[in-house]
């Protein structure tokens, strides 16, 4: 699990794949990265107010009004861990609990909290740290102290709360880059592609149904009851056949994994090769000490030089 957190001033402007290539080298860059690297979560630090800002930022017709995503119950309890954990955040007048749905604050279109949430599976806040907009250097001293254990809590949420596991093949027992999606939430994460691990964000307290597939394998899904604490889940997946034979998996190397493991019986022979070199060198050393030791001692000391007395 990985966990972006980034702080700017002004939000990064990230339209849509359509308009990608007209925007900015700084802004490619970053949705390149989302896109590798499979963030958890992310959040994004501004200045002008004092809250916790989520998804979505703008409606469908828009309009000023509270516009929930997929996942606005799991957004609502990371923006909550970090008001409630902040110096006075949660205690705002204006925003209740000290958060808020970017959409009924005021609509943005084209922002990097949406994008990453829906390019990137990341789960992105937008946190507004200080009524402040542009803080003079004196004081970040203590903008710093009044939201450092919100940042701490936020952290640790992400590895307490949610499910997390990796995604293996029936038949050869390897991790797959599998994707996962909850039912009755039109949201979906990807499972790395070396280790087939994944973590999904869910609120606490509730029951989901978890399913997890891939490309030329059968689903599978289960019933898990979520507590306060994080829950280890992971899913073995059978083979379909005639898909599989027409869309071979393949790893990060490039090596198609249902050759029965031929790519990584090269690997297993280089290794032993490696050991054998290593072992070779060893006596080679340990012959050279010993030959070393046994030379006779003339060779080794001095001859006394007389004494007068």
Avoid at 47 to 54: D, K
Avoid at 159 to 174: E, N, Q
Avoid at 210 to 238: Q, W, Y
Avoid at 285 to 303: E, G, T
Wanted: net charge positive; proline share 5%; glycine share 8%.
């Amino acid at each position: 699990m990985d966990l972006l957190l980034g702080g700017v001033v002004m939000q990064t402007m990230l339209i849509s794949t359509e308009t990608f290539l007209t925007k900015q080298p700084e802004t490619r860059a970053i949705m390149n990265w989302i896109k590798e690297e499979h963030f958890t979560a992310s959040a994004s630090l501004h200045g002008g107010a004092l809250v916790a800002n989520y998804p979505w930022d703008g409606s469908r017709d828009k309009r000023k009004q509270y516009y929930g995503c997929p996942d606005d119950k799991a957004f609502r309890y990371m923006a909550s861990v970090y008001s409630k954990s902040h110096y006075n955040m949660s205690l705002s007048k204006e925003f209740r609990g000290g958060i808020t749905n970017g959409a009924l604050w005021y609509p943005i279109y084209g922002g990097m909290q949406d994008w990453n949430y829906i390019h990137g599976g990341c789960f992105e806040l937008t946190l507004e740290i200080s009524d402040v907009k542009w803080p003079k250097a004196s004081e970040l001293l203590v903008i710093w102290k009044q939201n450092k254990m919100s940042m701490l809590n936020l952290v640790a949420s992400m590895v307490k709360t949610g499910v997390h596991g990796r995604i293996f093949a029936a038949d050869t027992g390897r991790p797959i880059p599998g994707s996962l999606m909850v039912k009755g939430i039109d949201s979906k994460i990807n499972a790395s592609r070396t280790f087939g691990d994944y973590h999904r964000m869910l609120a606490p307290g509730e029951s989901y149904e978890v399913v997890a597939s891939m490309e030329g394998f059968t689903p599978k899904r289960t019933h898990i009851m979520l507590e306060r604490e994080a829950m280890n889940l992971d899913f073995i997946l059978d083979p379909d056949g005639a898909v599989r034979q027409t869309k071979p998996v393949r790893n990060d190397c490039g090596c198609r994994c249902d050759d029965g493991g031929k790519p990584f019986l090269i690997r297993e022979a280089y290794v032993w090769l490696y050991l054998l070199a290593l072992f070779f060198l060893l006596a080679l050393y340990l012959v050279f000490r010993r030959r070393i030791a046994l030379r006779p001692a003339a060779h080794r000391y001095p001859p006394k030089r007389p004494v007068a007395v």
